[in-house]
């Protein structure tokens, strides 16, 4: 599916009938269960089906979006379903969605300031954990751990009970001295896919370097299916200053 496939905005509002919301909600709940399947294809043929029910709706394009950038990793398509939330009246939660992948691009491209007002932009709109999540990972790689952390809390506060949320502040708890803790976390969750990356950091940083070797591979190997996401991801490990002790193995580089 190509943007260029899809209706443009037409400067409308979304069409609220209860046949058309009951058509995009069935099509949405059957892609959202096909992507929780890990079935990618399938989800973004529903999630562009919906754009084209109701091409005013920003829920299924900034869902489309999402999937284009986070699971398939096609930058192009991501950003231009973005823009197109950005520029249309959307709601909050749909315009910090757009915000935040906009900025997680511009900052990977490298142009840091640009991406992090993208990130203030996408809080401003509507503060998700994903946004906070991902300042502390640019404030972390900036050596800057006051303020990652102060992010991390941030993130922790709007939602405690969600996984990620918890299982991304126990990457920080070995350097805050608190590794008893980081090591339960790892174990609670060591069978969740989705979180194999940062398992990874975990044992990385409680220097049990076979587990964090193997749960990037589960990562790279298993949950990413597209070469598009697995080679940023790479560049991103290799960068990740959470792996520091990793950087010289041979496993790791071959990898």
Known sequence: VEVG????WNGRLPDLSQATTAEIVRTMDAGLAAERDGKIGEARRLYAT????DPNDPTPIRFLGELQRH?????????????RVVAMPADPISRAVALHGLGKMTIHEGRY????????????AFPLPLTYRNLAVYWNSEKDHQKAHAYVKKAIELDPDDEYNQIFAATYFVELGRPDEARAVAKRYEAMLSASYNLAVIHAQLGQKDQALALLRRHFTTYEKFDAVRTKEMQEARDDVAFASLKGDPAFLAM
């Open 50 to 53: 919906a754009v084209r029910i």
């Open 5 to 8: 496939d899809l209706q443009d």
């Open 113 to 124: 300031a640009e991406g992090l007002g993208l990130f203030q932009l996408s809080l401003d």
């Open 71 to 83: 699971e398939i990793g096609d930058w192009t398509e991501a950003r231009a379903l973005f823009e």
